[in-house]
């Protein structure tokens, strides 16, 4: 059983107050898994918010082509969040090295917002901060795809000049 002070070292419920960890606690399952073990599946339906708190884990999933791989670390807080729009999980999650979890139930939200008004705050953030950097990521391989597509025309046109010039030389010596 996990005691309060320990998920006050995670940085989203740092200096919140005893009663309300405690509540928190009490509306949490604890989760162990050993590495390799699965503990998220990409379509499942986005039920659950995770509190990593020991362990090495990685969420994995496609996002416009790409595989993106997250690195969740002890203190980190993934899943669904209060107030996302998420209805299933986009990655899959798994365990690299022997871990332990806190699974509190998305049904749980509107008590945990009333009840827990500083976290619900904290978690918004969080919130934001994944959707900029999801943004920012995106914006990165359009901006790559665009580059891509330049060199690519700029090869060509080089190309037909160099092609034509050597085609030019040929027709010289044949002369």
């Not at 082509?65 to 002890?74: A, L, N």
């Not at 203190?75 to 299933?88: A, E, H, N």
């Not at 085609?167 to 002369?175: F, H, M, P």
């Amino acid at each position: 059983m996990i005691d309060t002070s320990e998920l006050l070292l995670v940085p989203a419920f740092a200096d919140l107050p005893d009663d309300q960890i405690a509540w928190f606690l009490s509306q949490s399952q604890e989760l162990c898994f050993r590495a390799g073990d699965t503990y998220l599946r990409q379509g499942d339906p986005a039920d659950a918010m995770f509190v990593a708190l020991d362990g090495q884990l990685e969420a994995r999933g496609e996002f416009g082509g790409e595989t993106v791989v997250i690195s969740v670390k002890p203190g980190s807080v993934t899943g669904v969040l209060p107030f996302s729009r998420m209805k299933q999980f986009t990655v899959s999650g798994r365990a690299v090295t022997d871990s332990r979890l806190l699974r509190f139930p998305a049904a749980q939200f509107p008590d945990l917002v009333q009840k827990m008004p500083e976290l619900a705050k904290r978690l918004v953030g969080l919130m934001s901060d994944r959707i900029r950097e999801a943004t920012r990521l995106e914006q990165q391989r359009d901006r790559l795809a665009g580059l891509g597509k330049l060199s690519a025309g700029l090869a060509h046109e080089l190309n037909n000049p160099a092609s034509a010039a050597k085609r030019a030389a040929r027709q010289l010596r044949d002369i």
